[in-house]
């Protein structure tokens, strides 16, 4: 069976993969858009 | 059941008609950019890594991920949203196919010009027939879950909630082609990401850890098992539904054109890591159903369900409902808005332009687009109209896409292969498809069906292989 | 039919005195049982489950269990249980509320029973049986290990495949 700890990681680790994500798109676009190398 | 009053009508109808203008605006705003049929169907080859990331993420993050990965986690636990994170595999494995298909065919539009190249008249027509129908099901599917949604998040009546939706996102595209499709999925996505953790971080901290899975374990022991049969085969298959969406897609195919040199594997290998998480973060809450004493009638409700009730318990009944909504929208147009510019390109350039040996010019494009634009849309709002639930058709076509996942490797790496035992393979794999759909197991069609197939094209290699024709073709489309 | 039990109380074991007398004591016996035998006729128009033969029938392959019921009004609240054996020695509350329908899910493999009454009544329906059954280890072992060949095949030609004519690409 999969632990509690296993679970709970699993969720905080979804969670904050899920919000990093949208941070690195953040920041993507402002290094893309310095270069203007957006589209 | 979801909580219904949370929004009113009125509030309802202002928010998908502001989204609505803004989408709108942005698309009449970049859609100035678009010169040429190149312009506006692939906005200019030149799309950025960040653009080019989020594009390809958010059209993948369909209302599905919001609402079928928590009855996943309903139904199958913890490997249930494992299974269905598994998806994302397939916008991973394309970063090698779509550095791959760039240097093949460097000024190619389309994923059926590719067909119609390797694998000649007969391979394309078989290839148009499953992508169309597959595009268009998804399409309408994603207009009933948009006219659904508002229907019971907003009290607006399905027809005019879901006619309502299909305009907004024709008009964007309408406007500005990809340029509008692609910058737009670039707020979608982050609205999504942004809203998914919000009502996730609300959840996880108005539960009682212990009590929840003392819940489960006791009540739903199945759903924390290592070894839970049917959400181990739902793993693979979806995988393998994943590969067979992304690889044959021209949603896919398109952007891999639209990006620039050397962005595109990077692009879609990012998506795929920033799509994993998803299933994970919107699903797990479907697990606190039981524990926070919510009664499940509708599965595939249950997000939210939970979602609402969640908000609703912080005070925040109203402003609760317009997250859940604005997610859910977005989204959906997100999908909507990349389904009907890549549909509406094949048909424009691989009927109106190959079939039919029409020739595109700068004054003509917009309105042959619009035309095919406005005929893909209309055939999904005809099909959407009586409201049925079409996710049978959508998770039974798991062996029809799953059948061209190899036709396509070979097409692109291979220099030789017995063409007809490929598409031989393909029927053969349809077929097996959809008998294990319907007779056999469930969540074992694309597993069968792109294992088939898989057979087949291995064996052409060793048959009778002929070399694939020289790159060059009648097309005026294809280099 | 219950017009007739009254009558066959009236049997000739109650006694050979006066009719007229013994007619006074059983007039409360007769209204006693006449009440009794409403309860039991209620009963028999009591909620039950509906697709009870299909439930009972066909095993679940998910371990997931929706039980619905008809109810006569939208404000009855119905009280439904669940145990392991059918004489629901140590009953599990599942759900209790004026909703029709349930989805239950995360059962392991075995047979379950499930009972269902109005909230007002002590009067239980008949224990409906479902039993949960996976797909069978050697067939789930057979297709996840087709599925992982499957997977790793399709990886590695795509891998393989890139690697190869980029090297091709690279010399040429």
């Known amino acids: 069976m999969f ?31 310095i270069k203007k190398q957006l589209w | 059941m979801l909580a219904a009053a949370s929004i009113t009508r009125e509030v309802g109808w202002a928010i998908v008609i502001v989204l609505g203008l803004i989408w709108i605006g942005l698309g009449i705003l970049w859609g100035r950019k678009a010169k040429n049929s190149e312009g506006f169907m692939l906005a200019g080859r030149n799309v950025g890594l960040s653009l080019g990331s989020a594009t390809a993420m958010a059209t993948w ?13 309903l139904k199958m636990g913890i490997w249930g949203m494992l299974a269905y994170a598994s998806a994302s595999f397939g916008l991973m494995l394309f970063a090698p196919l779509a550095a791959r298909i760039k240097s093949v065919m460097p000024d190619g539009f389309t994923s059926g010009d590719f067909f119609r190249q390797r694998y000649g008249a007969a391979g394309w027509s078989m290839f ?27 009290e607006i009546p399905y027809l005019q909630g879901m006619s309502l939706i299909l305009v907004v996102c024709v008009l964007y595209t309408l406007f500005g082609g990809l340029y509008a499709v692609i910058g737009t999925d670039f707020i979608q996505s982050l609205i999504i990401l942004l809203g998914v953790v919000a009502i996730g971080v609300m959840v996880l901290f108005h539960l009682d850890h212990g009590a929840t899975y003392e819940y489960v374990e006791t009540n739903q022991p199945a759903l924390l098992d290592v070894l839970m049969p049917v959400a181990l085969l739902a793993f693979f298959n979806n995988m393998l539904f994943g590969f067979g969406e992304v690889f044959h897609n021209n949603v896919w195919w ?22 994993f998480p998803i299933p994970i973060a919107a699903g797990f809450i479907a697990l606190a159903a039981g524990p926070l004493g919510i009664n499940v009638t509708d599965p595939s409700k249950v997000g939210p369900a939970v979602a609402n009730h969640v908000l609703g318990e912080y005070g925040m009944g109203m402003t609760g409902g317009i997250l859940i909504l604005v ?51 209309g055939i999904a709002w005809l099909v959407a109209l009586p409201g049925h639930n079409l996710d049978t058709v959508l998770f039974s076509a798991g062996g029809l896409v799953a059948s061209l996942i190899w036709p396509i490797i070979a097409g692109l790496f291979w220099k030789r292969c017995n063409r007809a035992l490929v598409l031989i393979g393909i029927i053969a794999g349809v077929i097996t498809g959809y008998i294990c759909w319907f007779a056999v197991q469930t969540y074992v069609a694309a597993l069968a069906g792109g294992a088939v197939s898989m057979l087949f094209t291995v064996l052409s290699r060793f048959i009778a292989p002929s070399p694939f024709p020289e790159r060059t073709s009648a097309s005026p489309n294809v280099e | 039919m219950w017009f007739g039990f009254p009558s066959a109380r009236r049997t000739p074991q109650i006694g050979t005195a006066s009719r007229t007398i013994r ?27 509906s697709n009870r033969e299909a439930l009972a029938e066909s095993p679940s392959d998910d371990g997931t269990i929706t039980l619905a019921w008809d109810k006569a009004d939208e404000s009855v609240v119905v009280v439904v249980e669940q145990d392991t054996s059918s004489e629901f020695e140590s009953p599990l509350l599942r759900y209790e509320g004026p909703d029709s329908a349930t989805v239950l899910s995360g059962f392991r493999d075995g047979a379950y029973y499930f009972r269902i009454r109005e909230s007002g009544s002590d009067d239980w329906s008949e224990p409906l049986r479902i039993r949960v059954e996976y797909i069978g280890r050697s067939r789930l072992f057979f297709l996840l290990a ?6 790793l095949a399709t990886a590695g030609a795509i891998v393989g495949g890139y690697l190869h004519t980029r090297e091709k690409e690279g010399e040429s």
């Open chain 2, 254 to 275: 398109s952007r891999a054109f639209a990006m620039r040199k050397g962005v595109a594997p990077k692009a879609f290998f990012l998506s795929g890591i920033l799509w």
């Open chain 3, 146 to 151: 087709t599925g992982g060949l499957v997977v």
């Open chain 2, 327 to 377: 997610v859910l929208f977005c989204s959906i147009a997100s999908s909507i808005d990349s389904l009907l510019a890549a549909t509406s390109d094949l048909l424009v350039k691989d009927v109106y332009c190959g079939l039919f040996k029409r020739k595109l010019t700068d004054d003509t494009f917009r309105r042959v687009a619009a035309v095919a634009i406005l005929l893909v849309a």
């Open chain 2, 61 to 73: 993050v369909t209302s599905n991920t919001m609402m079928v990965a928590p009855l996943l986690a």
């Open chain 1, 3 to 33: 632990s509690s700890s296993f679970f709970y990681g699993l969720v905080i680790l979804g969670l904050t993969w899920t919000a990093l994500g949208a941070l690195a798109l953040i920041v993507l676009l402002l290094k893309d858009w």
């Open chain 3, 23 to 49: 007619l006074h004591y059983l007039i409360p016996l007769i209204a006693v049982v006449a009440m009794s035998m409403c309860g039991e006729v209620v009963g028999a128009d009591e909620i039950d489950f």
């Open chain 2, 128 to 154: 148009m027939v499953i992508t169309l129908l597959y595009s268009i099901t998804w399409l309408v599917t994603m207009a009933i879950a948009g006219g659904k949604l508002l229907e019971e998040l907003g």
